[in-house]
Nanobody, 129 residues
Framework: VQLQASGGGLVQAGGSLGLSCEAS????????LGWYRQAPGKEREFVAA???????????SVKGRFFISRDDARDDTKSTAYLQMNSLKPEDTAVYYC????????????????????WGQGTQVTVSS
């Protein structure tokens, strides 16, 4: 499974950015697609994730501002997760990583607690004040 993240950049506080993560390869078993972020000097933290069935989990600090969605190709050639980030704050500045997992769990609780199998390269999001 390969994950390709895109869409990061520089934005002023209050602005919006959209991130995309395309999963390709042997993705037939992929269930969860998620986003984590890591700010300088901080540990990586969960941001949001979505199951193939559509259930989502969004961390409290971005709830109501960030929205996750996904699009799965019918032939299982690729799945894409989108993270729409609105009302951005300087504290949202981080490297954002997408992740994928094949675990057969379906409660949204697990989206934030899976040990994700696959990781993409990070994409930098910088929010200026």
């Amino acid at each position: 499974v390969q994950l390709q993240a895109s869409g990061g950049g520089l934005v002023q506080a209050g602005g919006s950015l959209g991130l995309s993560c395309e999963a390709s390869g042997s993705i037939g078993n992929i269930n969860a697609l998620g986003w984590y972020r890591q700010a300088p000097g901080k540990e990586r933290e969960f941001v949001a994730a979505i199951f193939s069935g559509g259930r989502t989990n969004v961390t409290d600090s971005v709830k109501g501002r960030f929205f996750i969605s996904r699009d799965d190709a019918r032939d299982d050639t690729k799945s894409t997760a989108y993270l729409q980030m609105n009302s951005l704050k300087p504290e949202d500045t981080a490297v954002y990583y997408c992740a994928a997992d094949a675990s057969r769990v379906y409660d949204s609780f697990w989206l934030a607690h899976l040990v994700y199998d696959y990781w993409g390269q990070g994409t930098q999001v910088t929010v200026s004040s």
